[in-house]
C-alpha cells in the first residue's frame, strides 16, 4: 500500500569528529487513495529540511523550522516545489518503465493479508463517486472504509457470512467499487448459499482485475453451482494460465469436462493435475473414474492404485480398485480391496454386492 525508498549514507567521518554528511533524498507513495477509493495517490520527496507532498493540493514543508508540518510553503516557494515536482516526475517515469517491464500482479492472499490489517486496494484504481479528491480531504471516509473492509474480511474467514456481506454491500453502498469489494462479498454470498447473487459480483471482479486467477475460480464456482457448466468451464480456462500451479484449479475443471462429455480433455486436465501435486489422492481417483468410464481399465487400475497408496482410509478408493481389477476379470484380486471398503465403512453396500456377486 505504500513504498519507500532511501539510499544509504556513512556516518564514519562524523563519528571521528568530522563533519556529517547530507542526508539523502527520500521517496515514499501511497497508492491506497487511488487503488481502492479513485481518489489522489500521494507521492513524497524529501531532501534535508525541505518536504514535498504531491497531491492535489501539493504542499511544501520546512522541517527544520516547521517540524510539526503546519505551514504549506508551495505558494510562497514556487520555484523550489517546482523542482520536486520535476524530480518526482522523473522517479515516476522511471518506475512506470520497470513496471511494465516486470509484469505480474499481487498475489491474492497477500491482498487478502493486507485487507485483514485495514489495508486495501494494489490492483486498479477503484471507481468513486469522488474521483482524484485530495486524501487529505477525505480521511474519515478513509477510516470507515478501512474499518468495513478489515472487519468484513475478519467474518469471512470465521464464516460469518452475513455479517462478513453486510460490511462489503455498505462498502459499495459508500461508492467503492474496487475488486477486492465485489469479490470477498461474492464469497460471503456463496458462503450463505447464493450463487445467483454472487455471480455478478464475481463477473465484476474479472473486469476489473482479470490477470488473477481467483476471481475466475469463485466465478466457475459460482457459475457451476447454478448448473451452468458451460459458462463455467470458460470462467475455469480463463484461470489455467494464470495459475500454472494450481492442482486443485484442474481436478475441478477436469471433473467438469467429463461431466459434458469431452473425457480426453478431461483427463488431460487431470493428469497435469497430478504432475503438479502426485500426493493428492482425490486428484488420482478423479483420473481413475475417468479413465475407466472411457474403458482404459488398465491406467484406471494403476491411477486407483496411487490414491490408495496416497489414502487408505478412504473407502471409495479402495472400492474403486477393486471395481477395475474385478471388471478386467480379475476378481480373485478385487475382493481384498472390496473388503477393505466394507472394513472401512461397514455400511457401503455397493461393496457388500460386490463380495455376494459371483
Known amino acids: 500500500p505504500a513504498t519507500s525508498s532511501a539510499g544509504g549514507r556513512s556516518l564514519a567521518a562524523a563519528l571521528r569528529g568530522g563533519a556529517e554528511p547530507p542526508e ?5 507513495e501511497s497508492l491506497v487513495p487511488l487503488l481502492h477509493f479513485g481518489w489522489s495517490d500521494l507521492r513524497v520527496l524529501r531532501e534535508g529540511r525541505w518536504k514535498y507532498v504531491q497531491a492535489p493540493r501539493a504542499e511544501l514543508f520546512d522541517l527544520a523550522a516547521d517540524p510539526g508540518e503546519n505551514r504549506n510553503l508551495a505558494a510562497a516557494e514556487p520555484a523550489r516545489a517546482a523542482a520536486f515536482q520535476r524530480a518526482l516526475a522523473r522517479l515516476l517515469a522511471e518506475e512506470r518503465q ?8 499481487v498475489p491474492l492472499d497477500l491482498l487478502e493479508k493486507l485487507g485483514a490489517l485495514g489495508y486495501v486496494g494494489g490492483l486498479t484504481p477503484a471507481q468513486t463517486s469522488t474521483p482524484g479528491a485530495d486524501p487529505k480531504d477525505r480521511i474519515e471516509d478513509f477510516r470507515l472504509a478501512n474499518a468495513l473492509m478489515r472487519e468484513g474480511l475478519v467474518r469471512l474467514h470465521e464464516r460469518d457470512y452475513a455479517g462478513s456481506a453486510a460490511r462489503f454491500e455498505q462498502l459499495l453502498r459508500r461508492g467503492i467499487v474496487s475488486f477486492e469489494a465485489h469479490l470477498y462479498l461474492g464469497r460471503a454470498l456463496m458462503g450463505r448459499g447464493r450463487p445467483a447473487a454472487a455471480a455478478p459480483h464475481f463477473e465484476e471482479a474479472v473486469r476489473r482485475a482479470p490477470a488473477l486467477a481467483d476471481g475466475w475460480k469463485s466465478l466457475g464456482a459460482a457459475r457451476l453451482a447454478l448448473g451452468r457448466k458451460a459458462e463455467a468451464r470458460e470462467a475455469y480456462e480463463r484461470a489455467l494460465p494464470l495459475a500454472p500451479r494450481d492442482a486443485k484449479l484442474r481436478v475441478t475443471l477436469g471433473e467438469l469436462l467429463r461431466d459434458l462429455g469431452r473425457p480426453e480433455d478431461a483427463i488431460a486436465r487431470l493428469r497435469e493435475a497430478v504432475a503438479i501435486d ?8 478423479s483420473l481413475g473414474m475417468t479413465l475407466g468410464g472411457q474403458g482404459r481399465l488398465a491406467e484406471a487400475e494403476a491411477a486407483f492404485r496411487e490414491a490408495v497408496g496416497r489414502n487408505g482410509t478412504n473407502h471409495r478408493y479402495a472400492f474403486n480398485l477393486g471395481l477395475a481389477l474385478a471388471r478386467q476379470g480379475r476378481r480373485a484380486e478385487a475382493r481384498p480391496h472390496f473388503e477393505q471398503a466394507l472394513r472401512l465403512d461397514p455400511g457401503f453396500r455397493p461393496a457388500r454386492d460386490q463380495l455376494a456377486a459371483r
Open 24 to 28: 539523502a533524498a527520500v521517496y515514499a
Open 98 to 105: 520497470a513496471a511494465s517491464a516486470g509484469g505480474g500482479s
Open 278 to 285: 502426485a500426493a493428492d489422492a482425490s486428484a488420482w481417483n
